[in-house]
């Protein structure tokens, strides 16, 4: 799974509460990137970085922030889980470059009841 | 905001070789055709990339068309494990960000 270990895999959580999830790698790749997955959507970009403590939005990034303060952690958080955010959440790393690809995590699958 | 267009499903028997077309008419000089694919549940998986001539690796072959805008993922002998969606994405260069659309659901059948 080229060194990317998101946690946790599985998680249930209460309408209202914050919810932090975890992208750890191995790879000291520069860019990382937060993907939610919903069924007839594929996958959609929520927050992504180019660097330490360099973020930007992705096309879905309302009420969800993020923060890398190492280049082996991206933390993606839900200030206040509403059921919308009921989702399966892929985290991707990358290195510069325009022929790179991007290699996956296994997923976090969160339910917000 | 997906910049690629596929069949939303296709079907592949055992065996025989698996086209799957991928149209990218809006595609710029410098942006490259990736593809992935998922199995189930499981995180996408890479295949290939490429930007003007086509490839080929260990699991697949690139056919981009001359004008770019439309290129071509062949699978030479699909077997089951082949099943899975197939997402050919154009990388926004400046972004350096990967958009997803909803892919092509292959099913290879025995």
């Known amino acids: 799974d080229a060194g990317i270990t998101q946690s946790p895999r599985h998680k249930v959580t209460e309408t209202g509460t914050p919810v932090t999830l975890r992208c750890h790698q191995t790879?000291?790749?520069?860019?990382m990137y937060w993907y939610r997955q919903d069924p007839g959507h594929g996958l959609r970009l929520i927050h992504y970085?180019?660097?330490?403590?360099?973020?930007d939005k992705g096309e879905v990034s309302d009420g969800y922030s993020v923060s890398r303060s190492k280049t082996e952690d991206f933390l993606l958080t839900l200030e206040s889980a509403t059921s919308s955010q009921t989702s399966v959440y892929f985290c991707?790393?990358?290195?510069?470059?325009?022929?790179?690809?991007?290699?996956f995590g296994q997923g976090t699958r969160l339910t917000v009841v | 905001d997906a910049k690629t267009t596929q069949p939303p499903s296709m079907d592949c028997a055992e065996g025989r070789a698996a086209n799957l077309p991928c149209n990218h008419s809006t595609i710029s000089g410098n942006e490259y055709v990736y593809w992935y694919r998922q199995i189930h549940s499981q995180g996408p998986q890479y295949i290939i990339h490429g930007l003007k001539n086509n490839e080929t690796n260990e699991m697949a072959s690139l056919i981009i068309t001359e004008d770019r805008k439309s290129s071509t993922l062949i699978l030479p002998h699909a077997t089951l494990r082949d099943t899975a969606v197939y997402y050919c994405?154009?990388?926004?260069?400046?972004?350096?960000?990967?958009?997803f659309g909803t892919g092509t659901s292959l099913t290879v059948i025995p």
């Open positions: 790879e000291n790749h520069r860019y």
């Open positions: 994405i154009v990388r926004v260069a400046a972004g350096n960000q990967f958009y």
């Open positions: 970085s180019y660097g330490v403590k360099d973020t």
């Open positions: 991707a790393i990358r290195e510069p470059g325009q022929g790179t690809e991007a290699f």
